[in-house]
Each structure stands twice: as structure tokens, then as C-alpha cells.
């Protein structure tokens, strides 16, 4: 079983940062690549970014290029969304999801979700 837990969640004023972190953990956990997702009351699940965890590449949402970047930590189970030139339309809950195979945007390809982890941005 594999677990995902994010932190990092709170409440900043527009043009401030934060960073959230997942952490993975589990017997099996060799994921190929971890994403973030967001959701925003009464909107659909939104593609943040994905990040490869053999090569580093990178790939992100329009909406957030520029202002986000995902990273991992050396051991490649922990990876971190860092969020910087928020925005109140950033408000939401981050969720961070892991796949088995492949390197994508869309959430029906992730394997394993976090609980998530509410961000709000305050004009």
C-alpha cells in the first residue's frame, strides 16, 4: 500500500509563497512519476504540474507557469510544489498523486491520491 501525505497548506496574501511538500512512503512505492492537482470549490480538478522521478523533467499547467516549480529530494520520495507570485484564483485544495508508468496530466493515469492540503490565497 502506498501512502501519500502532503503539508504545507495555509493561508497567504496575494504575491506571497508557499510550499507544500507530499512525502511518500510504503513497501512498494516505486512510482514513475509524482503529479499536483488542484481543486477549487465548485470547479473541476485541475492539472498543476508532474515531475519524472528517474529523469527530473518537469511539465506544468498554463496557469501556473512561471510561478511554480516542482522539485524531488535525492531519495525520490518526496517532492515538493514551490508557489511563489500567488494569486487569489490559486485558491484551492493541492492534491498530490503518484503513477506507476508513464509521465502525464491527466488525473484517470495517477495511481495513488493524498488527502490534500488547502491553500488560500487572500486578496
Do not use: H
Request: aromatic share 12%; net charge positive.
Amino acid at each position: 500500500q502506498v501512502q501519500l501525505v502532503e503539508s504545507g497548506g495555509g493561508l497567504v496574501q496575494a504575491g506571497g509563497s508557499l510550499r507544500l511538500s507530499c512525502a511518500a512512503s510504503g513497501r512498494s512505492f516505486r512510482s514513475a512519476a509524482m503529479g499536483w492537482f488542484r481543486q477549487g470549490q465548485g470547479k473541476q480538478r485541475e492539472f498543476v504540474g508532474t515531475i519524472s522521478l528517474s529523469s527530473g523533467s518537469t511539465y506544468y499547467g498554463d496557469s501556473v507557469k512561471g510561478r511554480f516549480t516542482i522539485s524531488r529530494d535525492n531519495a525520490k520520495t518526496t517532492v515538493y510544489l514551490q508557489m511563489n507570485s500567488l494569486k487569489p484564483e490559486d485558491t484551492a485544495v493541492y492534491y498530490c498523486a503518484a503513477r506507476s508508468t508513464g509521465y502525464g496530466m491527466n488525473p484517470n493515469n495517477y495511481d495513488y491520491w493524498g488527502q490534500g492540503t488547502q491553500v488560500t490565497v487572500s486578496s
